[in-house]
């Protein structure tokens, strides 16, 4: 008889052993704060190369225009084929990792992966571009629901529009009187985007000095730059400085230029002093694998302490959407 009940306290302190074991190498959690819910789309489904932009040759304007997204490396990027391939590899990946998304576009495809996530690991976000899109009443009702947590991504860059034309205010009020932190594309568009897809896409519309007039108008407004502003580092740094309110995440860039440029540019803020300030983003679309080859950037970068890459990679997130269901860790 004792011989089971020594057996029985064996095998019960090897399962809770295991437990704890497991427990441990639980990844130590991850916020992604740029992700887009998209159905997959055949017609925009090509397989990607990470960092193609490294090479932008420039056209011809009696020539076919240039390929926006570069296909010839040895290891692209595949596109998901269907929602479900992409969901099912999204949450896989989010489980794996320990990531929290905020995700932005298809309310649909938001709620699906609400279901599919663990709880709170999908945070909605709902943006808008001109006042073309929604009446001021529709998007405050909106945010109001409960449903949605933050505003973005807000692109008016698309648009040839500055991010403080007065015909964007009132949506911003309303974002600032709800509480509600807003995101701003700024920058980057990649190759030719005015010659391709954005015809009024404008690169001097993402010059981040543009958004004072705005952060005057609503001082308690709580703003991150997408994209970081790229490449207008200058103008990011000093916006940065006299604005303590806002943050950058370094989304898209941080798998489409240059590595090297990229490194530059992310170390470049850190060396400021806004390491704090700096968050984590992918730009997610179609490529499932694209979450694992922007957080190799920052895990892989030698010129980010271990803190560095923490606060980027989930402090800084966790502070500026004020998520306190998690201790930062």
């Not at 437990?19 to 190498?25: D, E, G, L, M, P």
């Not at 479900?84 to 896989?92: N, R, T």
């Not at 995700?103 to 609400?114: H, L, V, Y």
């Not at 390491?275 to 983003?281: E, F, L, V």
């Amino acid at each position: 008889m004792r011989m089971r009940k020594f057996a029985f306290t064996l095998l019960s302190l090897g399962s809770i052993m295991h437990i704890h074991a497991q427990q441990s190498k639980q990844h130590l959690p991850i916020i992604d704060v740029h992700v887009h819910a998209m159905k997959m789309n055949p017609a925009f489904g090509a397989d990607m190369c990470p960092w193609f932009l490294s090479n932008m040759p420039g056209g011809d304007p009696n020539q076919p225009p240039p390929a926006f997204i570069n296909t010839d490396c040895a290891m692209p990027l595949h596109a998901a084929k269907s929602d479900k391939e992409f969901q099912d590899s999204l949450i896989a990946t989010m489980n794996r990792l320990n990531i929290t998304i905020v995700a932005s576009g298809d309310a649909g495809i938001i709620r699906n992966w609400q279901e599919a996530a663990a709880p709170g690991h999908v945070i909605p976000s709902i943006g808008i571009s001109s006042s073309k899109e929604m009446t001021v009443v529709a998007f405050t009702d909106s945010l109001s629901s409960g449903f949605y947590k933050v505003m973005g991504e807000t692109a008016p860059q698309y648009q040839g529009m500055s991010p403080s034309d007065t015909s964007l205010d009132a949506y911003f009020a309303a974002a600032e009187k709800l509480n509600i932190p807003v995101g701003i594309h700024m920058g980057t568009g990649g190759n030719g985007m005015a010659n391709l897809t954005s015809p009024k896409y404008r690169a001097s519309m993402g010059n981040p000095l543009l958004l004072e007039d705005l952060l005057a108008r609503h001082p308690k407004l709580k703003v991150w730059v997408m994209h970081a502003g790229y490449p207008m580092i200058d103008e990011m740094i000093a916006l940065m400085g006299a604005n303590a309110y806002v943050y950058v995440d370094v989304a898209g860039m941080i798998w489409s230029y240059p590595l090297e440029e990229v490194n530059n540019y992310i170390k470049r803020l850190v060396v400021a002093g806004f390491g704090k300030r700096i968050m984590y983003g992918t730009d997610l679309m179609i490529w499932p694998k694209l979450l694992e080859t922007s957080l190799s950037v920052i895990e892989n970068a030698n010129y980010l302490s271990f803190d560095q890459k923490r606060d980027i990679l989930y402090n800084n997130a966790a502070r500026f959407f004020r998520l306190n269901e998690q201790k930062s860790k």
